[in-house]
Structure formats: C-alpha cells, structure tokens
C-alpha cells in the first residue's frame, strides 16, 4: 500500500473508532425554560462614565463586580445584565453565574426602596442545586443600588420562600445582611 492509502485507512479507523456511541431513534431534548437575554451583549461590556454593580459567582462565593455603562441602569437594566451573565472578560477571571436555570423568568418592580422580583416555576431538568447563590446574586445586585434595600421574591403575586446564607428559607424581603457569609470581595 502507499502512504496514500495507509493515511486515508488510518483517517477511517479513527472516525469510526472514536467511542462515541449512537442512538438508534433521536432523543428528544428540552431546552431550558427562558428568556434568555438577548439586549445586552455578553462578551464585552461598554466602558462608559457610570457604573453598575454585578455580583458573580466564583469558587461558591458571590463576588461585586464594577461594569462601566454608558449611563446609570434602571433597575431592569441592571437585572437584566446580570441575566445575561459575565463578559468574556469576567469569565476569563473564573467568574460565572448560578442563575441560569436555577431561576426563570425573571421580572422586576420597585415599590418605595423594596424590589419586588417575579420569579416562574425552574423546569423539573434544571439541576440546579446552587439556588441559594441565585437569589443571593440578585439580592446583591439590586441592594447595590442606592435605592433599594430589600428584594422581595414573587411566583404567580405570592410569596415565595427563598434560601438564605443560612439555608433556612425566608418569604420575607431579603437584605444583603442575609447573603453576608457568601458575598466576598474579588
């Protein structure tokens, strides 16, 4: 045999050799329930002269993160930054996010200095097992904000019973005095 032949044998041999087994029928596989953000982009941040405060995630522990914006977020900008997730540049430095799929739908009102977050049933797949770092993100963030102090959590206009640091559950609002343990600087 020529070279030729022996490189397009081996080519073959490794193709159909390479362990990954096959499905008789295809599967069915469901997508996480959304929405999933779409206005703000994800992988650079604007470099603007106001700043947002977003708290990440990293090594289990709930980190402040400064963005500069082109100007001051309202609060649904802001919730839906943190949506959205770190940049490209965030996750460079192990920073991540424990909301996707351990917390859906999310919508957001403010009543006097109270935030008031809607929040839709996670999907029985999510296998999300973090949600005390979820919620302990969004309380972060909103608390960040100099008018907000306490974040209330809704599903379906009911209080919804939340983790703290703690790992009890509350159905109050939440300050970031109740996420303390976890919240850390860089």
């Known amino acids: 045999m020529n070279r030729r032949h022996l490189l397009t044998v081996g080519l073959v ?7 990954i087994p096959t499905d008789d029928t295809p599967r069915v596989v469901q997508p996480p329930r959304g929405p999933f953000p779409t206005s703000a982009p994800v992988d650079s941040a604007p470099a603007g002269p106001a700043t947002e405060t977003l ?3 990293r090594d289990n522990r709930i980190i ?3 963005r500069r914006v082109d100007r001051p977020a309202s609060i ?3 919730l839906r930054d943190l949506l959205a997730g ?3 540049a965030e996750r460079d430095t192990d920073l991540t996010s424990a909301l996707p799929g351990a917390v859906n739908g999310v919508g957001v009102t403010l009543t006097g200095s109270q935030a008031r977050v809607a929040v839709d049933e996670p999907g029985d797949d999510a296998g999300r097992s973090d949600e005390v770092l979820a919620f302990g993100q969004i ?4 608390t ?3 008018d907000v102090t ?5 599903r379906d206009g009911k209080p919804l019973g939340v983790p703290r640091a703690d790992g009890s559950l509350s159905e109050q609002p939440l300050s970031r005095a109740d996420y303390a343990p976890l919240i850390t600087s860089r």
Do not use: E, H, I, Y
């Not at 041999?13 to 362990?19: R, S």
């Not at 309380?139 to 909103?142: E, F, K, R, S, W």
């Open 13 to 19: 041999a490794l193709l159909t050799g390479c362990g």
């Open 55 to 57: 708290c990440l995630v």
């Open 64 to 66: 402040p993160v400064l």
């Open 76 to 78: 649904d900008d802001q």
């Open 86 to 88: 770190p940049t490209a």
């Open 139 to 142: 309380v972060c963030t909103l």
């Open 144 to 146: 960040s904000r100099g």
């Open 150 to 154: 306490a974040v209330a959590f809704l």
